[in-house]
């Protein structure tokens, strides 16, 4: 068993910026129908066919009139129309308001021809009037109105030939009613980037299955595709490889032969002589760094082969997350063409917290009334993690945070 | 058409209430596959089966030792030792460290019988000793360690029969982790509420198809299911009904046939002469509000029929929407058992803002460099909320924000 330790660490931000300046989003896409649009990302422009609204739309309850009529309408001295007919929404029948006339109308109701606004009909009165065996209706106005008062004008809300969602949006609820209103079905959206997950390492075995007396539950790879997938990626979870050169590089192989972008290793980016990866990194491709100046997650590796982005994380559950959440989370989302997604919430330290100088640590905490908790056991220990809410940066030339100060939780 | 003014419009508050009141989660369960679980809510509490990890492990590349050996270990002292053996990682094999004996171990691997510390590889030195045709391998162990150093003891992580994770918890990658971590390949979660979702009026046409000549398409059965959807639940897109009696009755006797929990209706709650959706409820079932002191969003209706929640949202899509984000997303939330999600930013308000004395306000601004910015054009245009990152609530005692005040925006 040769140990060698790492020759040199990279700081972390170099790391990230190592990493998101090797990935780029996904250049794949597909229609996907109008239900399953939430959270996906726009791969073209969207431009209306139509006009929204397609025709001038009352927008209240009440009676399209002629405003010039109801000029010198007041509740004192009301205006009084007659009224030849009516409107509901979805009404395509034509009626003229001439004159001295008004047709009453519902909200959504096309505004009819020689009409140019709604009285509220709460500024109204309506009244039946017999004359021998005639019968009319009439309208008595009790407020003017100005032009286009309480009518949409077509188009108003998006006008035909415009680019009412541009490429790259990532459709919200209300987006999505965007693209239902000028009459799509569907949109075409970027792919979402495809991530293997692969955990390696001889002691391994899959939940479900029985333990071995040397071995322990594959978490890791559950974990990381969890992650993928909440972060917009599609995650294939291959059977675990043996840690020998061979078992790697057919792991390797068969995620390039699925047609992957990225694959994400855990276990064997360590510096123990079954610590393979490199090796295997270099002799496939490139490995563009190997140890990061941070805790938990010092042996990250991150190469390529190719086209093909390795990750390659360190086996131990909680170092295995962080380096998850810290860097593969962010460049999922660029593949995906999703924004960063850093949300934080300021609190105290809980108490007081030692660091070691020349490392930057992610420090697992939660969250309690304002207070930040730390709840990290140990690297190895999976529910370090199952508790926080996030984790809090002590830089590397801090030695502790005090009780009480200030602290800025990056949520998970 | 009889156009009746709401009676008597209950407070935002309190229509909150009201809805939350009512809403419970849901009961039925189901197991889904580790891949499906991340945001899904655990049913009942996990109780490991096992110790995690399951052995005394290794926490380090190195020399598994007596503690006692080596007590006197320094750089300028070492302390030599016969290696006797070498672990790695899910070995099964037995190896015994007696007194005066090493054995070397990777990280993950079982510590050896009789050792009771792991020295790390750096405080080491290994050599090879020839005596005529014999050869040992030794080390030189540069640094005591204490009892268990290096070690992660049996159980330390999750203990056999000890409760790993509680009912209710929303599972995240950690916490799909430790389900892995104890073996467990599937979870019992609360399925998802179903709700129902049925726009009403005879002027929608469905995208996709041709619009007619009075007609805009439906866009508030797909924001709001999206809606649904990002909240956790399903949604059942159902065709769109009459504005009948009886097309609004058979819609809703239909959803309560493939049993939904809630039936969500856009337009019809307005008080048009077609506006019959505060008729049906009220026969089949029961009106618990009708009209909320809101804007935009007043005309929302609330019932019951049986145990069937119904949502009787405004159909201006600007009004649906609001209504949706502020009243439907945390009622889907508390039906799905997930926390409620209010995420907030600080802004300055971009220019002065005027808002009517009695209703309070939710107007959708965009968040640009610190300001929020409005955007909201009128109810009825789709675009109103599309360009918004979240709104502010003006409170009803509040006639204008003066450009520049503070404010704070609820993001969708």
Chains 1, 2 share one sequence.
């Not at 990225?262 to 393979?276: H, K």
């Not at 370090?384 to 030339?397: P, Q, R, V």
């Amino acid at each position: 068993m040769k140990i060698s330790p790492f020759r040199k660490l990279v700081k972390p931000d170099e790391a990230m910026s190592i990493v998101l300046g090797q990935t780029t989003a996904v250049e794949e896409t597909e229609e996907v129908p109008l239900s399953e649009c939430t959270g996906r990302v726009l791969a073209a422009d969207i431009v209306s066919r139509i006009d929204v609204p397609p025709f001038d739309r009352c927008a209240m309850d009440g009676y399209a009139v002629r405003s010039c009529d109801v000029e010198s309408a007041r509740e004192h001295s009301p205006v009084t129309l007659k009224v030849v007919g009516e409107l509901f929404a979805g009404d395509a029948k034509k009626i003229k308001v001439m004159k001295g006339t008004a047709c009453r109308v519902a909200t959504g109701a096309v505004l009819p021809q020689g009409a140019d606004a709604v009285i509220m009909a709460e500024y109204t009165g309506e009244e039946k009037l017999k004359s021998g065996r005639k019968e009319a209706t009439i309208v008595k106005i009790l407020r003017a109105e100005p032009k286009m008062g309480n009518v949409s004008k077509q188009g108003s809300d998006m006008k035909k030939g415009a680019v009412v969602l541009t490429k790259g949006t990532v459709l919200d609820p209300a987006k999505v009613g965007v693209l239902a209103s000028v009459g799509r079905e569907r949109a075409e959206v970027l792919s979402r980037p495809r991530l293997a997950i692969l955990s390696t390492g001889n002691e391994i075995a899959e939940p479900g299955g029985k333990l071995g007396p040397a071995q322990v539950y594959n978490s890791n790879s559950f974990t990381l595709a969890s992650l993928v997938r909440a972060n917009g990626g599609l995650a294939e979870v291959l059977p675990g490889a043996k840690d020998t050169k061979e078992g790697l590089m057919d792991a390797i192989k068969q995620a390039i032969h699925i047609g992957v972008d990225a694959i994400v290793l855990s276990g064997g980016s360590s510096v123990g002589e079954r610590d393979l990866l490199f090796g295997v990194v270099s002799e496939m491709g490139e490995v563009l760094f190997h140890g990061v100046q941070i805790k938990p997650g010092k042996p990250f590796l991150f190469g390529k082969i190719g086209r093909l982005l390795i990750f390659g994380i360190p086996g131990y559950p909680a170092s295995c997350l962080t380096v998850g959440y810290v860097f593969l989370a962010p460049a999922v989302r660029k593949m995906a063409g999703l924004p960063a997604d850093r949300r934080t919430v300021k609190a105290k330290a809980s108490r007081r917290i030692a660091s070691r100088l020349g490392r930057v640590q992610f420090l697992a905490v939660k969250v309690e009334s304002g207070e930040a908790i730390p709840v990290f056991k140990e690297s190895g220990a999976i529910t370090s993690l199952a508790a926080a809410d996030g984790y809090i940066i002590i830089h590397d030339n801090v030695e502790f945070i005090e009780k009480g100060e200030d602290v800025e939780v990056v949520l998970f």
